[in-house]
């Protein structure tokens, strides 16, 4: 291989010239109109304004400390909303399950599980012979049950609340200054959730927005999409027959 040298530096001995020009002190700086400069800079500016707006945006955005919701990436959910035994805010309050088999949804009934969701089981077998279990939400919550299920949250509410104020009035009586600076972050962090939870406890929970959003998880899981639309089919005519076999 022929060695080559540098026009600027007149160094000799290169194989790769081309990856020592890109490097060479004596290189020629490339020509930059100062429009095209100017223009860059702006753009980089725009740039970094939208991300600190965004920032600013979610760090003053105020928590809803709503559940959270079935991801709308899956066309056909197999799952259903419970109240747990324990929490106070709906983001603790509530949880979602699978559970389809008799024995399961006794097992969870036993340890204070409550249905929000009325729901559905089902069974299907896989072409290699394998058994695959779910539930479909039918409706939304029945009067009655959201009624219990609004008494039990207000009920669990103000043992939550004095809980979260002891937690809020023991972190603000540290001396946040005198900590070291990855510690003062965390205990302000930590001054602003608990400051949130105890301004979400003061007042009963909105029902009907909680409501609306039980509404909205029922429609999903009972949309007609292609081919989803078959396969409810298919647990609406087999269900009684799948469910009833006795399977554990």
């Excluded at 509530?94 to 008799?102: E, G, I, L, Q, R």
């Amino acid at each position: 291989m022929t060695l080559q040298a540098c026009p600027h530096c007149g160094k000799k001995g290169y194989k790769n010239l081309k990856m020592h020009l890109r490097y060479c002190d004596k290189s020629p700086l490339e020509e930059v109109a100062r429009d095209d400069a100017d223009a860059r800079f702006e753009e980089s500016a725009k740039k970094a304004e939208t991300v600190q707006d965004q920032r600013v945006q979610r760090a003053g955005r105020k928590r809803t400390f709503m559940p959270s919701p079935s991801p709308r990436n899956r066309k056909f959910p197999t799952w259903a909303w419970y109240l747990r035994p324990n929490g106070a805010l709906p983001e603790d309050a509530f949880v979602t399950s699978s559970a389809w088999s008799p024995n399961q949804r006794n097992d969870m009934a036993r340890r204070g599980f409550i249905e929000v969701t009325p729901c559905k089981s089902f069974l299907m077998r896989r072409e290699d012979g394998s058994l695959i279990g779910g539930v479909v939400m039918l409706d939304p919550p029945p009067k009655d049950r959201w009624g219990r299920i609004l008494a039990i949250l207000e009920a669990r509410r103000p043992q939550a609340l004095a809980f979260d104020q002891e937690r809020l009035a023991a972190e603000q009586a540290v001396a946040v200054d005198s900590l070291p600076s990855g510690e003062r972050m965390a205990s302000l962090s930590r001054i602003a959730t608990y400051g949130a939870r105890v301004e979400a406890l003061s007042e009963p929970f909105d029902s009907e927005k909680l409501y609306e959003f039980f509404v909205e998880e029922a429609r999903l899981s009972r949309r007609d999409q292609s081919p989803e639309a078959g396969i409810r089919r298919i647990i609406d005519e087999r269900v009684e027959e799948l469910v009833g076999a006795g399977i554990e």
